[in-house]
């Protein structure tokens, strides 16, 4: 089991779940991180905070305390 | 005089669409009690008043940010008589999901389909018949920087104005069950009876903490309906 806030630039992988209180789900959902959305990590910011992932045809910027919720399964 | 409210992602040129409806008769504010801008105009088309109100680019109305509460508070208090919610033609799919947010929340909404000749131009073919027949809404292609789409827009939301429908989007049976439950205890309860009772359900299913606030009601007795329902 990995989590999103983990992966390399590159990685492409598919949401497997959400974890996280009430109001960040919703939010992390809300962007398009919902089960079975594949995903791509584009880039690190300098400190590695936050990361820019691909979601559904657009760019998210993510912090690395939120991406920990995201539990992924990487693709090859 | 029509009350309109713009919704929709930030950057989907909802700034561009609202200075095409409302040209120089806008007033700039602020919401009440915070310092997020407020603009309202006029728009008079074929004889017909519109007063519009531009609401912050969200993503979500989930309420977790000051810009997310104005215009998720806006819609359901105020109940503007059309919400014209604007999507990215070319970032269709997140955007829809606003989309559904505001059609569960009983909002009266015309779909403006902006920036078409960019999706075009990334390869996407959008069928917006079938779109509009599948959301039951009308949806309004636009090309709104050239001006493409702002009068049929006009004519669409004199023309939703009259006539409310609320369509319903439904989900797997699997999730449907626990809509139906719950939706049958806002009602037997009388649960904010001023929200639609669907809407109502479906944030106590999320566990909406916003909603379980205004209630009044806690969360372990939603999770009790919840497990209540095999």
Known sequence: MRRLHDLKPGTKAIVLDVEGNTTLKQKLLGMGLTKGAEVKVVRNAPLKDPMEIEVRGYNLSIRKDEAKNVIVEVRK | MIRVALAGNPNVGKSVIFNALTGARQKVGNWPGVTVEKKEGICEHRGVKMLIVDLPGIYSLSATSIDEKIARDFILNER?????????????????????????????????????????????KIDVRKLSAELGVPVVPMVAIKGEGIDELKNTIIHASKTQRIPIIKYSDGIEKYIEFLESKVVENSILPEYPSRFVAIKLLELDEEILNRAGIGEEVVREWISSVS
Request: aromatic fraction near 4%.
């Open chain 2, 80 to 124: 503007p008589d059309v919400v014209v919610d604007i999507v990215d033609a070319s970032n269709i799919e997140r955007n829809l999901y606003l989309t559904l947010q505001l059609i569960e929340m009983g909002a009266n909404i015309v779909i403006a389909l902006n920036k078409m000749d960019l999706a075009r131009s990334k390869g996407y």
